[in-house]
């Protein structure tokens, strides 16, 4: 089976689940230990109608099949398996940026850092290699997608085929002509695992992480996710054994904010640099209720005209947008509900009768984020649902004023948010620019926003850190940012938490000169019992002396939560060169607390810096998602379908109930189970399990710990032909 999944670009978005009509299915094998090329064919022997695609021995251990899903499930008997993982589908999403981040201060202090003698692969797309901007830096690369040597960005006439999106990713690092990227002199290796509109598999990322593991490139960047929160998936280990290769790997942490527990795979690697998306200095577009001095946000769209306007103006009724409804909306603003016809069409609907303006309230709860097909005249924006209820609620036509604010140092509400079910992991670790970041198109330059774009600064800071400190590892440069790096706050001047922005937003031209360094740069105390009267938990942290003098080092005692204890070391100094291990422990009295999870930062003093080390613990089963990642495809057999779903902490209950779409009408359930194990569920579902031939609302539910999760989306299930 092959899971829809995104690389977190705006401009894109993720497509409903659909039906495959593929027979034959591709899984990634992972061997318990490594085994030879006639090893593995002997052990495929008894299967003859499972075929052996590729062999992996860097990036992980294992290999890959196709076949049926039954077949492939027959490999469970051998002992040498560890995991039979299902291949994924990827599909493309979609120089204040450089200042902000401290890249123009450390050209300006030292001139020869700019990256020079340092690799990035870039994972992606592949690359326009022939734009003036990155043609210099362009040092070769491999197609794993159509199996060779030329990682050219996917050119077509085809609507929806050509793609952009790794151009746009390597300018961001190396470009180095009408505009600079972070590290304008590093090397870029494409491995284009990404092909026509944007689609890939496991198989292709993997493929490509191996290749770039034999390349021995220094960094490696993955623009790239899915919307499965789970440490274990076969990329975020690939990333893992990288890491250990002494490979630095940065990953998108995704766009599925701002809810917590969103942060997707590879970005839930724990070894990889996860990066979430700050706002970079920019005017942000306010709607102000002028009689209740209440402003409200506007997320423009992608490929919207600037909203510009400061005068008041009138807000209107203009219901789906469609023709008939926005009549009334010469001159005006149109309050338009998402649905039905797609953003453009609203738009183009508006501007066709004369309003100034179009907001986009959502049609379920929560914002989003969403792109312009086509060049419209007018400026488009977006709102959540409850902020346009609250619209409607409070009687339109109404008087607003658009006004405009300088906005920096925000996180982005599309960023995904952690921390990562099972592991309870800090993610992401640190946050970068990522909106209306401009770089390279093939064929000229554009601006775009996504983790997507933030991922490639902090490749590229790597870059400069690794050419000035050239025998620092993997976790060193990542500790090296996380430390240096700059915690952001809200509106209203609260911190945002640890499991938001990790460390903070990076600052490459501190964390180049970084005296001091403590391993590991974030750290998670584990999950607590409530029936525990108290529970301590420790962690240990090497802090090392990078600096050329003697160094005093101070714990600052964290801020005091009734029912939490706190024992942090004594003060004490380092030699240059010199490393001490120390432990810090927390003492919990559960019943203290009501929250389900709790996060903070362990402060370091060292001399007049001070470092920061994140950090978050969870009590009991905390509030994270218990189903994700649902898809349902036709099976190997006609007639037959089969299933996939993501249960990070397992389920006491499981299933999936089906209702009639004209109705809501219950009509049964298409499977249920008890006592499923944690992790990728996949299953069969027999002809005679499925409903008359129709559309329906598909509701898949999980319960453990008496709390209950779902998740809804629409299938369609069709006369097959009898064979």
Not at 129 to 134: A, G, I, M, S
Not at 214 to 228: C, T
Not at 646 to 667: H, K
Request: with cysteine; proline share 6%.
């Amino acid at each position: 089976m092959k899971r829809l999944l995104v690389l977190v670009l705006f401009g894109m978005v993720l497509l409903p689940a659909g039906i495959r009509a593929d027979d034959a299915s591709v899984a990634i094998i992972i061997l318990k230990s490594p085994q030879s090329e006639q090893q593995i064919k002997e052990l495929l022997k008894p299967f003859p109608n499972v075929k052996l695609r590729r062999i992996f021995r860097e990036a992980i251990t294992g290999f890959s099949v196709e076949g049926s899903q039954a077949a492939i499930a027959g490999l469970n008997q051998s002992h040498e398996i560890l995991a039979i993982s299902p291949v994924n589908n990827y599909q493309a999403e979609m120089e204040e940026n450089v200042k902000i981040i401290g890249g123009e201060e450390v050209r300006r202090l030292n001139r020869t850092l700019t990256g020079k003698g340092i690799t990035v692969g870039v994972i992606d797309t592949g690359i326009d290699y022939t734009h003036p901007d990155l043609r210099a830096n362009f040092h070769g690369g491999h197609d794993l997608v159509d199996g060779d040597d030329d990682p050219m960005e996917t050119k077509s006439n085809a609507p929806g085929k050509s793609t952009l999106h790794g151009t746009h990713v390597a300018g961001i690092i190396a470009a180095n002509g009408k505009i600079k990227g972070v590290a304008p002199d590093a090397k870029i290796i494409a491995y284009r695992a990404l092909g026509p509109g944007g689609s890939g598999t496991t198989e292709q990322v993997l493929a490509a992480i191996e290749q770039a593991i034999k390349d021995k490139v220094d960094i490696v960047n993955l623009s790239l996710g899915d919307e499965i929160n789970g440490p274990d998936l076969p990329i975020s280990l690939a990333l893992n054994r990288a890491v250990d290769k002494g490979m630095i790997a940065v990953a998108a942490a995704g766009n599925a904010g701002p809810n917590n527990w969103t942060v997707g795979s590879p970005g839930t690697a724990a070894k990889a640099i996860s990066v979430g998306a700050s706002t970079p200095t920019m005017e942000v577009p306010t709607l102000l209720i002028e009689e209740k001095r209440q402003k409200i946000r506007i997320e423009p769209l992608t490929g919207s005209r600037n909203w510009t306007t400061e005068r008041s103006v009138e807000l209107v009724d203009g219901g789906l947008g469609t023709k008939k409804e926005v009549t009334h909306a010469a001159g005006k603003i149109a309050l338009i509900k998402r649905g039905g016809l797609s953003f453009t069409e609203k738009a183009k609907n508006a501007a066709a009768a004369g309003a100034v303006g179009v907001l986009i309230y959502n049609n379920t709860s929560g914002g989003f984020t969403g792109n312009l097909q086509e060049l419209v005249t007018i400026p488009v924006g977006s709102l959540s649902k409850g902020v346009g209820d609250f619209l409607k609620k409070h009687g339109l036509p109404l008087t607003v004023r658009l006004e405009m604010e300088v906005e920096k140092d925000r996180l982005a509400d599309f960023s995904s948010r952690g921390p990562v079910t099972v592991t309870w992991d800090v993610k992401p670790d640190v946050v970068a620019p990522g909106v209306a970041i401009e770089s390279t198109v093939p064929g000229g330059y554009l601006a775009l926003k996504g983790t997507s774009m933030a991922a490639p600064h902090v490749a590229g800071a790597c870059a400069l850190i690794k050419e000035a400190h050239p025998d620092w590892t993997p976790a060193e440069v990542k500790a090296a940012l996380m430390n240096t790096a700059k915690p952001l706050r809200k509106n209203g001047g609260d911190d945002y938490h640890a499991y938001e922005q990790g460390a903070g937003r990076i600052q490459v031209d501190k964390a180049v000169k970084a005296g001091t360094l403590v391993l590991p740069s974030s750290v998670q105390f584990g999950k607590f019992q409530l029936a525990d009267s108290l529970h301590r938990h420790k962690a240990y942290l090497l802090v090392e002396n990078k600096s050329g003098v003697r160094q005093r080092y101070s714990f600052a005692v964290p801020e005091r939560r009734d029912g939490l204890l706190w024992k942090v070391p004594l003060p004490f100094t380092l030699a240059p060169g010199e490393k001490r291990e120390v432990e810090v422990e927390i003492a919990v009295e559960p019943e203290f607390f009501r929250k389900k999870i709790y996060d903070g930062a362990i402060r370091l003093l060292a001399g007049a810096e001070e470092i920061r080390i994140p950090y978050v613990y969870v009590l009991e089963e905390p509030d994270y998602p218990r189903v994700m990642g649902f898809e349902l495809t036709k099976g190997d057999q006609p007639g037959t379908y089969r299933y996939e779903v993501y249960l990070p902490g397992g389920a006491e209950e499981f299933g999936i109930a089906l209702f009639s779409q004209a109705d809501y009408r219950f009509v049964g359930y298409l499977d249920t189970d008890r006592n499923v194990k944690k992790g990728l569920l996949s299953k069969q579902i027999a002809r005679e399990k499925l409903p008359p031939p129709g559309t329906y609302v598909v509701k898949v539910f999980a319960k453990k710990a008496q709390k209950e999760d779902r998740l809804e989306t629409t299938v369609m299930f069709g006369k097959e032909k009898e064979e």
